[in-house]
C-alpha cells in the first residue's frame, strides 16, 4: 500500500492551498483516511479526518477553515486549507486506515506572511 502526497508548497497568509493524498495497492476503500501535521521538533499533531461514511472530524484549530473530502472510488482524499495562518506551516502526512493505518512520505506547507 502506497499513498502519495502532494499540493504542498509556499502559501501566504489569508490565502488558499490544497493537498491531495492518493493511495494505491489496496483493494478497498480505507475506513477512515485524513492528514496529521507536523512541525520540527515537536510531536505530530491531528489536523482532520474523514470516515467511509463521509463524517468529518477536524482539531478545533483548524476548523472553519479547512475542508477535508474523499474520494471512496480512487481511495483519495484532499485538504483544502483556507485562511492560512503562519502557524499552519509544517509537514502535512496523509493517512489511510482501516484495520492498520498506512501513511504517505509528508509534503512541506510553508506559510508566509
Known amino acids: 500500500v502506497r499513498l502519495v502526497e502532494s499540493g504542498g508548497g509556499l502559501g501566504q497568509v489569508g490565502g488558499s492551498l490544497k493537498l491531495s493524498c492518493v493511495a494505491s495497492?489496496?483493494?478497498?476503500?480505507?475506513?477512515?483516511m485524513g492528514w496529521y501535521r507536523q512541525v520540527p521538533g515537536h510531536p505530530r499533531h491531528f489536523v482532520a479526518k474523514i470516515y467511509l461514511n463521509g463524517t468529518k472530524i477536524y482539531t478545533e484549530a483548524v476548523k472553519g477553515r479547512f475542508i477535508i473530502s474523499r474520494e471512496n472510488d480512487k481511495n483519495t482524499v484532499w485538504l483544502q486549507m483556507n485562511d492560512l495562518k503562519l502557524e499552519d506551516s509544517a509537514e502535512y502526512s496523509c493517512?489511510?486506515?482501516?484495520?492498520?493505518?498506512?501513511w504517505g512520505q509528508g509534503i512541506r506547507v510553508t506559510v508566509s506572511s
Open positions: 495497492g489496496t483493494l478497498a476503500p480505507f475506513y477512515s
Open positions: 493517512y489511510g486506515g482501516t484495520q492498520l493505518d498506512y
